[in-house]
């Protein structure tokens, strides 16, 4: 229990010390949010004086950035704790009404190529583990490099540049087509998949190699034990040891891995989202360093912390359920 | 774009795409059966009919998210693209003619102090109420209130722009205008500010007691934000979702007979590379404006027309005078010297023709056409400085204000080095392009200089506003005007140059007639100033006067004129050819639908 509560405070603090360390950076950024207002009215034009400028900013900046910094800390620090997030400076509606609506989206791309390469990457590991030595091993094995090396906005680009606009098989940007009525239908779900699969894509071939020479390498870790080769001696059938004694065994020390990516792929959303002009939370975070927007901002580094927190805490926590040889994080040991 | 290949463009559900794709895997079949439906039913409900309309729908770009996007234009936030649909202009500018024709605004006449404005008979909004003096009224006060430049014009606001019945509108001015300046104000206006939507600021901002009462009213006009907008242009909005605004025709509008397609599309594209890939890839059917670079134009399909057109505009260098050594007009006549502009220009147009290096740096515009030389200059021209890259007078020039080159480089009388460094907005490539030359170029003859590039936003809200640079970038004309009025002022009477580069208001300057002669203080905002009233041969003299004084005090240098690509296609399209006078509009994808010059093709 003395381990919960712990491993609870821990996982508060960092939520804590991440807000507190994204509030100071993002107000060291070199201009503010009346900087970038500024900015936009002088390149519109329109002959508007300094006066009339100043005036305008007053108006649509709603936040206290004259204030000194830690009053502003400590209010917005209230705030959160309130639940209240601030009001977006540029669209000028709560932050949770901007980022809300863009949140199950990039769920749903991140949770989506999380599962598709997971599976794809444990398969293939296992096939290689089994196969080791082979052809298909070697091949494989340089695919998974390959696929690991390369990041995910690079595949991205190439897609989009190929089967984007090249080939036209798939479309270029967008959450679904706009020609669909939204709501549970085939249509909407088809489509839905259609605008999502290039995004999903890239991040699985960017990433299925890497749990696939992971899953590899504990595959052919556990195949050398000596209870496999009892389970053989006692004529239990291959595709049993392969699922149950094997399979089951190597994937285990994954399970930490899987949930801390949950967390870090909100954070390859903000160049993914960007590249597919998919809005969802990365999307709402590149225009709002642009903008300065300073709420939307912390919002949206709140909802990347908050999901790898969760993700490690929940790992923490449920590890030795998975997996009862560890007992919990209670026995200081860790696998 | 035709909406066969639609699901290429709108991002849509394209059927070929996606039985291409799940072709292999077996389902295809399933998918194309049930696409097959859908597509069945979209064509028969879409606009064709009885008419001889195609289905079709012309698509371009937005850079905001369309269901983000909103439609106050005192809201400078999001104000997106379809704007330029859903409103019409209170008039017409054909940049080649240098004519206005009528629009919304069907009628004008001006005399010594007052204008009065007609509104277009069958005009109504898109809800069906008829387009009213009222709104007119409305448009032209909130813009008044909001700092449009009219306001300097009017005594009171709120007294100085009445009703006279239900389709008139009167202007009280506050002295004599040049037409020509009236008419630049009042063209470009779109006239949004319906009544029912709009009326109550205006009320409110007429009997606000003082001027903190009315700033308020003001201010919670410019925080509004408005996602249905009611227009009444020739299309009206339909809906926005994450990647199109969707635009139907409005058959009510008096130009709908021009038009033969029932659709509008805004498709949603925050970048310049994804509207290059449109283009070359027919997503969209045309762009307003886009800077295009020539290996990207090599790239398009051939029935993509890429017009020119002159932005009267461009990059110019200007100066802080608060650096003792820019304030210095020899300095500023040295660098003039050095910098060879049409390098400059050739640079920073990456290899396409939309830079125009400077012939005369005069404040003038219209180099393109010919008009500086056969127009505005005409007879004088050849008194004036064209500054050619020519070091023995820069050296000259620099000697004479005290400076001597020791060891390659320029020194000033206390010994310390020449530095002149250069702000500019990272952003704006094209211009770092040409700032990277005149820094090279300055360098090379002995005058150290760095580029600063700087994030556009901190540029532009923080070193250009602040003064914290030497020599700055910046357009060094008031774009989309070819009045030569309007440049001067922005040289001499703006915010930029009074408050951002503290031009001083005298200059001591020989008269244009005896150019060798000696020099005589003048106060060029002032003549501008005059230049407001003046019409005809005496506006012909002091725009020369103020020519002249911009030529031989160069309180900016201007590098190059600037035309904008403007893209339209032909492939479903009928539209005019590339070198059309037709196309010298800002911007031929508004105006050629309105006036029936883009038409769809007959399927």
Known sequence: MSYLLRRTGQAVFTVFAVVSLSFGIVRLLPGGPADYLRAQLIQQGGGLTQEQINQRIAAQTNIAT????????????WDVLHLDFGTSIWYNEPVTAVLGPALPWTVFLMAS???VQFVIGVSLGAFMAYREGSRFDTGATAVSLVSNSIPFYVIGLLFIAFLGY????FPTGGRYASSVPVGPNLDFVLSVLYHGALPILSLVVASFGGWALTMRGNSIRVLGEDYLRVARLRGLPERRIALRYVGRNAILPMYTGLLISIGFMFGGSVILEQIF?????GYYLIQAIGQRDYPVM?????????AVTIGVFVADLTYGYVDPRAKGGENSESY | MTKDDQGGTAGGLSRRGLVKVLGATGIAGALAGCGGRRAASDNGGGGGGGDGSTDTALTFAQWAVPQDSQYNPWNSKNFAEPRRML???FMRYNIAEQKFYPYAISDWTFDDDSATLTVRDGLSWHDGTPVSATDVVNQLKLDMYTGGSLQQYVDDIAEAVTKRDEKTVEIALNQKLNEQILLSYLQPKRLIAKDSVYGEYVKRADEAGGEEARSKVISELQTTAITDPVGNGPFKFEDADSQRTLLTKYEDHPDAGNINFPKMEYLYMPTNQKRWNALINDRTDGSATLFMPANKLKQLPEHTHV????????????????????AKPEVRKALAYVIDRKSVAKNSGAGTDSKLPVKYPSGLTGQFSGAIEDRWLKGVADTFEKYQPDPAKATELLESAGYAKEGGTWKDGSGAALQLDISAPAGFTDWVAGAKTVTSQLSSFGIKSQLNAQDTSTYWGKVYTNHEFTIGLQGWADYDNSYPYFHFDFLFNSTDANDYWKVPERFEVPPLSDPSGEPRSVTPGELVTTLTESSGEAALKQIQELAWITNQTLPVLPLQEKLAQTFLTSDDWNVPPADS????????TEWLPRTGDWTAKQG
């Open chain 1, 166 to 169: 090249r080939f036209d098989l």
């Open chain 1, 66 to 77: 004259d204030e000194p910094l830690y009053v502003q800390y400590v209010d917005y620090v």
């Open chain 2, 307 to 326: 017009g020119l057109i002159p932005r009267h505009w461009g990059l110019g260098l200007v100066f802080n005078f608060r650096n003792e050594h820019l």
């Open chain 2, 87 to 89: 409103w019409d202009r």
């Open chain 2, 581 to 588: 006078e037709k196309i010298q509009l800002y911007w031929p």
């Open chain 1, 277 to 281: 002009a998919y809005p969802g939370v």
């Open chain 1, 113 to 115: 190529a999380l599962f």
């Open chain 1, 298 to 306: 912390m919002g949206a580094f709140m909802i990347i912390a908050v």
